[in-house]
């Protein structure tokens, strides 16, 4: 069965230093990956998502994430943090899309002025 | 609206009674999923749907919870003699394509159920 892990339950950074959000997983098959942001009292919104093809994968605002099979990982990063970018960051597995997404329990990311 | 639908956004009901949250997905997605987020463990995958299909139900918690779909559009989750622990943030999520494909699952912004 697939897991993920999200290392830091709290990420705080300043206003334009590099965020990075790790995301560890394990599946057994080829997986998809995602990652997908939350602000208070809302949905969770897709980031990005890798599923096949290039695994450095871009998305919106600024965030990247790439695919690493040989350390089953899939950090999220940004060159620089904007205050707005202050959310929950899920990353979730699923089995090449025969499964159900396993979500990580999610790191909160605080951005400090 | 284009995205996906939640009613009531907010709910607040005694220990005991039955409550019922409703999903509207976006025209077109044939796959729906229900998840209940409870405070600091994360999202917890409960059903899915493909059509009015929902093939696996052994992701809800117990038989106290059902739900079903029809015309392949809304979707309702029914949580009968509601207790504490039921206490979460119930999303529903949907997608294009087949159930589980590569295609990413769309969220509504959630109902936020309270037992007392």
């Known amino acids: 069965a697939q897991s993920v892990t999200q290392l830091g339950s709290h990420v705080s950074v300043s206003e334009g230093a590099l965020v990075l959000l790790r995301c560890n997983y394990s599946s057994s098959v080829p997986p998809y990956l995602f990652w997908y942001v939350q602000y208070p009292n809302q949905g969770l919104q897709l980031l990005l998502k890798?599923?096949?093809?290039?695994?450095l994968v871009k998305g919106i605002n600024g965030f990247e994430a790439e695919f690493k099979k040989s350390e089953t990982s899939f950090h999220l990063t940004k060159p620089s943090a904007h205050m707005s970018d202050a959310a929950e960051y899920f990353c979730?597995?699923?089995?090449?899309?025969?499964?159900?997404?396993?979500f990580g329990k999610g790191t909160r990311l605080s951005v400090i002025a | 609206g284009a995205g996906v639908s939640q009613s009531p956004s907010n709910k607040v009901t005694e220990k005991g009674k039955d409550v019922e949250l409703r999903c509207d997905p976006i025209?077109?997605?044939?796959?729906l999923y229900w998840y209940r987020q409870s405070l600091g463990q994360g999202l917890e995958f409960l059903i899915y749907f493909q059509g009015n299909s929902a093939p696996d139900k052994s992701g809800l918690p117990s038989d106290r919870f059902s739900a079903e779909r029809t015309g392949g559009s809304v979707s309702t989750l029914t949580i009968q003699r509601t207790q504490q622990e039921d206490s979460a943030v119930y999303l529903c999520a949907s997608s294009g394509g087949e159930v589980f494909s590569n295609q990413p699952q769309h969220f509504g912004d959630g109902t936020r159920l309270s037992i007392l």
């Open positions: 979730a597995v699923s089995d090449a899309g025969n499964t159900p997404l396993v």
């Open positions: 025209s077109g997605h044939t796959a």
């Open positions: 890798y599923t096949t093809g290039a695994t």
